[in-house]
């Protein structure tokens, strides 16, 4: 099945950074999403992006199939973007991979 | 109101116990699907039931049986529980994935703890 891999593991910023998450997958992808998972456990739809860029207030995302790669960037960060970052795809199969996510920490 | 909802959230219990986990899905979708999170946080698919039919059964004890009785809910019972099925799960719903691919939507997770 697909692999999806996410980096970095970890990331640790300062209040206002901006900050570029990473996802390489193996094979083509018709589904690609992006979640935050927030200290409470709760995983937070960011963005549906099998292709293409979207924004959403401090957050946007690309995702480039034809390279196989998406990138979440988040501007201005604030200490509640804090959380694990995931990325899950899925491709002829009808199940979401994820990857082992991108633990962020956002410092005042 | 709540699109994926799970009960309970949180569950305690002795090794040998045989427990059910809920899950139902307000959204008119299709396709569900039950995740197990380990304390790593890495999340992997266990089952995957589409229009009350399994389409995915992962590598998964046959202690773990989920049951669909209709389109709306996807319930997970875990029968002779063991200290390693300690975990988070997740119940999560999609309109037909094998349609090309659409956006899937999770409940907020129940964490089990067999002590």
């Known amino acids: 099945g697909i692999q999806v891999e996410q980096s970095p593991p970890d990331l640790i910023l300062q209040e206002g950074a901006n900050s570029t998450l990473r996802c390489n997958f193996s094979d083509s992808v018709n589904n690609l999403q992006w979640f935050h998972q927030n200290p409470w456990g709760q995983l937070i739809n960011l963005f549906y992006i099998p292709s293409g860029t979207k924004q959403n207030g401090r957050l946007s995302a690309t995702t480039v199939a034809t390279e196989r790669y998406s990138l979440l960037y988040i501007s201005s960060s604030q200490t509640t973007d804090s959380g694990v970052y995931f990325c899950?795809?899925?491709?002829?199969?009808?199940?979401?991979?994820f990857g082992s996510g991108t633990q962020l920490t956002v410092l005042p | 109101d709540t699109a994926v909802s799970q009960t309970p959230k949180y569950l305690v219990t002795q090794m040998g116990n045989d427990k059910s986990i809920k899950c139902e899905q307000n959204?008119?979708?299709?396709?569900m699907y039950w995740y197990k999170q380990d304390s790593k946080k890495f999340l992997k698919i266990m089952f995957s039931?589409?229009?009350?039919?399994?389409?995915i059964n992962e590598t998964v004890p046959n202690r773990f049986s989920p049951k669909s009785p209709d389109k709306a809910h996807l319930n997970l019972h875990i029968n002779s529980l063991e200290l390693g099925d300690s975990a988070v799960y997740f119940c999560a719903s999609s309109p037909d994935m094998g349609a090309g691919g659409t956006e899937a939507f999770f409940g907020q997770g129940t964490r089990l703890t067999v002590v």
């Open positions: 039931y589409n229009n009350k039919e399994l389409i």
């Open positions: 959204l008119g979708h299709d396709t």
């Open positions: 899950a795809a899925s491709g002829s199969a009808r199940q979401l991979t």
